[in-house]
């Protein structure tokens, strides 16, 4: 009799071991595979400048003073972040480069001739990297005017190309003509359009651009969105020229995930208002 009961409680505790077992075997490939996902995944804020100004008073919205990109550029080198430009991100997503922890976007929208003055000096000294939007337009003005000002004018394609040489430049397609929101809305339809006359007039704009940026030997594979203005059609459309990455001016940071090439598109940028210190600033990204 006693060796029946001593049987049967073996037996019993035998599998609630096997049940236990499984229970923690269960949770810990459950916390493997949590982790393989995150690991797969990357967190990424993109900083939007537009011009930079050595004068204060020009401070606003969309200006920010050599002092603060100074301050910002200084807060990530000392905090330990890595720039890297939007092309690490695609080559992340389908080749599984790494990037590293904290990694950073810089952008500089619209090819303000001070980026080559302000920004590309601090950019060297501190080994960092940013990425360019070019608007063709705004090229064509430089070249008829000449002006090379800092405080308002824009970079020639020969600006472009010598930027391009750098390391630490990449240069991004922002529309030849559709940055300007007299015709139409940015990048986006006008009310009444039809689908087939967007696409030819938006699928025309942004090869133009393309192609005279090709001519240059430089080959953007992200667009950005004059204005922001964005919509699936257009996202759609972009895919279909071969562009891997958009980027828009939605306020929000962005999880690049490796395999998964949607992850690229329609990116968040938090635009850099020159009138918030560093620290505000780099609160609100959670930086």
Same mark, same amino acid.
């Given at each position: 009799?006693?060796?029946?009961?001593?049987?049967?409680?073996?037996?019993?505790?035998?599998?609630?071991?096997?049940?236990?077992? *499984?229970?923690?075997?269960?949770?810990? /490939?459950?916390?493997?595979?949590?982790?393989?996902?995150?690991?797969?995944?990357?967190?990424?804020?993109?900083?939007?400048? +537009?011009s930079i100004?050595?004068?204060?008073? #020009?401070?606003?919205?969309?200006?920010?003073? $050599?002092?603060?990109?100074?301050?910002?550029?200084?807060? $990530?080198?000392?905090?330990?972040?890595?720039?890297? +430009?939007?092309?690490?991100?695609?080559?992340?997503?389908?080749?599984?480069?790494?990037?590293?922890?904290?990694?950073?976007? $810089?952008?500089?929208?619209?090819?303000?001739?001070?980026?080559?003055?302000?920004?590309?000096?601090?950019?060297?000294?501190?080994?960092?990297?940013?990425?360019?939007?070019?608007?063709?337009?705004?090229?064509?003005?430089?070249?008829?005017?000449?002006?090379?000002?800092?405080? +308002?004018?824009?970079?020639?394609?020969?600006?472009?190309?010598?930027?391009?040489?750098?390391?630490?430049?990449?240069? $991004?397609? +922002?529309?030849?003509?559709?940055?300007?929101?007299?015709?139409?809305?940015?990048?986006?339809?006008?009310? *009444? /359009?039809?689908?087939?006359?967007?696409?030819?007039?938006?699928?025309?704009?942004?090869?133009?651009?393309?192609?005279?940026?090709? &001519?240059? #030997?430089?080959?953007?594979?992200?667009?950005?969105?004059?204005?922001?203005?964005?919509?699936?059609?257009?996202?759609?459309?972009?895919?279909?020229?071969?562009?891997?990455?958009?980027?828009?001016?939605?306020?929000?940071? #962005?999880?690049?995930?490796i395999a998964?090439?949607?992850?690229?598109?329609?990116? *968040?940028?938090? #635009? &850099?208002? *020159? &009138?918030?210190?560093?620290?505000?600033?780099?609160?609100?990204?959670?930086l």
């Amino acid at each position: 009799m006693k060796d029946r009961i001593t049987h049967a409680l073996i037996s019993f505790l035998c599998i609630i071991f096997v049940l236990s077992f *499984g229970l923690i075997y269960s949770g810990i /490939e459950s916390e493997m595979v949590i982790s393989s996902k995150h690991q797969n995944s990357i967190n990424i804020a993109i900083i939007m400048y +537009h011009s930079i100004s050595k004068d204060d008073s #020009n401070t606003g919205e969309y200006i920010a003073p $050599l002092e603060t990109l100074e301050s910002d550029i200084r807060y $990530l080198y000392e905090n330990g972040y890595s720039t890297v +430009h939007i092309s690490d991100l695609i080559a992340y997503v389908y080749d599984g480069v790494p990037l590293p922890k904290k990694s950073v976007v $810089l952008t500089f929208d619209d090819g303000h001739y001070n980026f080559i003055t302000y920004a590309l000096p601090l950019l060297l000294k501190h080994d960092m990297k940013a990425s360019i939007a070019v608007v063709g337009s705004f090229c064509d003005t430089s070249e008829k005017s000449k002006d090379t000002c800092p405080e +308002h004018a824009y970079m020639s394609r020969d600006d472009v190309s010598m930027l391009s040489g750098y390391d630490a430049v990449e240069v $991004l397609n +922002h529309s030849y003509f559709m940055h300007d929101l007299q015709k139409r809305p940015g990048a986006g339809m006008k009310p *009444g /359009e039809t689908f087939e006359a967007y696409k030819n007039a938006f699928t025309h704009d942004t090869l133009l651009m393309q192609q005279s940026l090709q &001519r240059q #030997n430089i080959s953007p594979a992200a667009y950005v969105y004059p204005y922001g203005i964005f919509s699936n059609e257009s996202e759609e459309l972009l895919q279909s020229m071969g562009f891997l990455s958009t980027l828009t001016t939605v306020e929000k940071t #962005n999880i690049i995930t490796i395999a998964s090439p949607q992850s690229l598109f329609a990116l *968040g940028r938090y #635009n &850099r208002d *020159g &009138r918030l210190s560093t620290y505000e600033f780099m609160q609100k990204l959670g930086l």
